[in-house]
């Protein structure tokens, strides 16, 4: 039964063969015979890439048949990575979900398609090589089953085996990526066979010249090779039949990477690269605790032979390479005067070189705790493999490789690798990314899917963030974030963010105490404090300003005349209740409308500034005056200048001139940049009203507040817009902002302040 109409017979019966060849290989495995899920797996596979084929030609399905032949024959592993290597490309390239996977073959399978996808996804993008580093940490971090890696490998390794057929350019670009990750990855994994293929295969597409020229001399040099290895080999196998061993010897060619990698390191031609291939003898042994005393006579029958190099024995049985190699190495002078490396392995030796999951997974202190880690994990692993019972199979599923558990690694739309701490948010990648993403950030789409801003992300995952330009920071953000910066950055747009409505709040309270004639002291502080249930002096004015608090021309009495001790909790608990049903009073309300009608006016001049105000000549000294009722200069914000001020103008794109002080740092650099748009201004004799900032200090004593207020307010009869007060022990600094005339008028009130009893110092800021 043929599932895929568009495969000619033939095909389909290799891909049958394909197949069964999988099947045979892990039926003559250790491991459980679970044949139904497989064959349903490959049947699912097969369904999902109908039609599709190669860019060989070949048809699709023979790509995962063979990534799961490669799984289970050339690392060992069972039926559930089986699975998971014959549905690896289905969630990436078909219509299926990893929903649709799960249903089908559970969650475990699933989640090794996931991982596998999610490596594929935006991985392989310009980027991957450049963030190398970064991917071979994911590849570790993500898989939470080291399956996924494995798996991995085998889908790298059919690539490189097939990869004549992809595009010159694509050839390239995975070439340098296999040797640059995967081949030091499988060297780490113990999987020698495929390092050395995937080493050979990357050389031969970077190098292509390179290795065709070391493959043609190997091929010139084949039948010398031959003749020399045989007049070597005879005396020597004559000792070991005597000696009564069972085993193998043969020349080992070196692979045209390391040969290659010789040259290069010594800069030797092909000719002079002497130890081309090594003589291997692989003898069997029952008893491990004897292997090593073998080992060590055959070394003493070649020795006999031959004459022993004095500095290139290497004894690998005593102690093992780090990733587990063992072997007894020994080089002699052959029959041709050359150097001959032999290296005497038992066959369990052997398999575990060719193999990989070798035995020993010690490596060298000194490269840090990720390798001894991953270590302790692939140990286990090769454990289980070597010994697949099926307790143990099921065990490797509950077994997480949290490596780095404290790190997440995730991917931006463009392929780029950020990390971030684990349980990180939406918002952290989006503070990650930039400071306005985040403060802008509504929601975010990870792998696709629209997600809320506190979503936690997962290794792998690919977010984007969403953002509008009307999201204010919000201070719940503060419970979900994970990252230090995003919480700094969030911490100091609040504070931003809540400046205005202080100051707002400020002027209410100011308003308010005015209104009904209320001493601005401390001590009616404390009672409106007590009146509102505030926790502090700043969160009332917040309240205030945010029209959250309302304060009630009724309590004034009280807090004139203090509240009895008794009736405070009463009095205060029945004030609460007022606040949550009051509405905004009679002074919030006119403070809005004059507000937005402040803020309206703005507009429409902004609008007519731009269509109808003459151009400025900047030849001519310009005078800063009200036309219409509106001032025909505007005031930097930097510097706030005000009358009296030592001024320039600056004419702004908008043919406006912007006033600012001449000592102001901005002017500075406008004049040195922008010569032609500087004005010569003066102040018209009254230019009308302007904030001034007045910086008052002293020590801190019960009226102060009370008596500088009645300086400006009374004394002097000045507009105060806003009041900044904070006491440290016995200190108080205060900021005002007042509306002038002048700077005359300025300095008559600072002059005026110094009189009162405790201020030391009393300035204009600016
Ligand atoms: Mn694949």
Redesign the pocket.
């Given at each position: 039964m043929q599932t895929d109409p568009t495969v000619t017979p033939e095909e389909d019966r290799a891909i049958e063969a394909a197949f069964r060849d999988v099947l045979n290989g892990y039926l003559a495995s250790n491991h459980r015979k679970k044949v139904e899920i497989i064959e349903r797996a490959y049947k699912f596979a097969q369904e999902a890439h109908a039609g599709v084929r190669r860019r060989s030609g070949e048809p699709y399905i023979l790509?995962?048949i063979a990534?799961a032949k490669i799984a289970q024959q050339e690392i060992g592993l069972g039926s559930t990575s089986i699975c998971a290597a014959l549905l690896?490309?289905v969630v990436e390239d078909t219509d299926y979900t990893v929903e649709d996977i799960e249903r089908n073959f559970g969650p475990k399978i699933a989640q090794l398609v996931e991982g596998l996808t999610k490596i594929?996804g935006g991985i392989f993008g310009d980027k991957a090589s450049a963030q190398a580093e970064n991917f071979r940490k994911l590849l570790l971090t993500m898989s939470e089953d080291i399956r996924v890696v494995l798996i991995k490998m085998a889908?790298r390794l059919?690539?490189m085996r097939t990869l004549g057929s992809m595009a010159p350019n694509k050839q390239y670009k995975i070439a340098g990526e296999t040797l640059y990750i995967y081949a030091p990855l499988a060297h780490r994994l113990g999987l020698f066979a495929i390092k050395t293929e995937l080493e050979d295969l990357s050389f031969k597409y970077e190098h292509p010249r390179a290795w065709a020229d070391i493959k043609e001399k190997i091929k010139e040099t084949e039948a010398k090779r031959q003749a020399v290895y045989t007049d070597f080999s005879a005396p020597i196998r004559a000792k070991l039949d005597t000696m009564g061993l069972h085993y193998e010897s043969k020349a080992r060619l070196k692979s045209c990477y390391s040969i290659w990698r010789k040259m290069e390191a010594k800069h030797i031609p092909f000719e002079e690269v002497y130890d081309l291939y090594a003589v291997r003898i692989v003898f069997d042994c029952d008893d491990p605790a004897r292997e090593k005393q073998i080992c060590w006579n055959i070394y003493a029958a070649i020795t006999d032979l031959y004459r022993l190099h004095p500095e290139r024995t290497r004894d690998w049985i005593s102690v093992p390479k780090a990733n587990g190699y063992q072997a007894l190495h020994l080089t002699v002078m052959g029959p041709d005067g050359n150097w001959i490396e032999v290296q005497i392995r038992s066959r369990r030796m052997d398999e575990i070189a060719e193999k990989g999951f070798a035995a020993h997974w010690k490596y060298k202190i000194g490269e840090g705790e990720e390798e001894s880690e991953l270590n302790v994990w692939l140990r286990t692993i090769k454990d289980i493999l070597e010994n697949p019972e099926p307790s143990a199979i099921d065990f490797l599923d509950t077994l997480k490789l949290n490596l780095f558990a404290s790190e997440i690694v995730v991917f931006t739309p463009r392929g780029e690798l950020i990390t971030l701490p684990a349980e990180s948010t939406v918002l952290d990648m989006a503070f990650t990314l930039h400071t306005e993403l985040g403060l802008h950030c509504i929601a975010g789409k990870v792998n696709h899917k629209l997600v809320p801003l506190n979503q936690q992300l997962r290794s792998g995952d690919q977010v984007e963030v969403l953002t509008s330009n009307t999201q204010k920071p919000q201070a719940e953000w503060m419970d979900f974030l994970k990252t230090a910066k995003a919480k700094s950055r969030l911490r100091a747009a609040l504070r931003r963010e809540r400046q205005p409505v202080i100051a707002r709040g400020q002027e209410l309270i100011a308003q308010y105490l005015k209104k009904n004639r209320l001493p601005a002291s401390s001590t009616t502080n404390q009672r409106l404090l007590e009146r509102t249930g505030m926790g502090s002096y700043e969160d009332l004015r917040y309240a205030v300003g945010a029209g959250t608090v309302t304060l009630d021309d009724d309590w004034a009495e009280t807090i004139r005349m203090g509240v009895i001790p008794g009736e405070k909790s009463i009095l205060r608990s029945i004030l609460r209740n007022t606040i949550k049903v009051a509405t905004l009073g009679m002074a919030g309300k006119n403070t809005e409308n004059e507000a937005s009608a402040e803020k309206k006016a703005e507009d429409a001049d902004g609008d007519e500034a731009s269509r109808e105000r003459p151009k400025v000549n900047t030849k001519e000294v310009y005078t800063l005056k009200y036309e219409d009722g509106h001032p025909n200069f505007k005031i930097a914000d930097c510097c706030c200048p005000i009358p009296g001020d030592e001024v320039l103008g600056f004419v702004d794109d908008n043919n406006e001139v912007v006033v600012h002080a001449m000592a102001c740092p901005r002017a500075l650099v406008l004049k040195a940049g922008y010569g032609p748009r500087i004005v010569q201004t003066r102040w018209a004799v009254s230019a009308g009203k302007f904030l001034a900032h007045v910086r008052v200090e002293g020590l801190d004593r019960h009226g102060i507040l009370q008596e500088i207020i009645a300086v400006v307010s009374t004394q002097m009869d000045i507009d105060l817009r806003r009041l900044d007060i904070e006491a440290t022990g016995e200190v108080f600094h205060s900021d005002m902002w007042v509306r002038v005339e002048d700077v005359a008028i300025v300095n008559d009130l600072c002059s005026k302040l110094l009189t009162v009893d405790g201020v030391e110092r009393a300035a204009r800021i600016q």
């Open positions: 790509h995962p990534v690896h490309d594929s889908d059919h690539n």
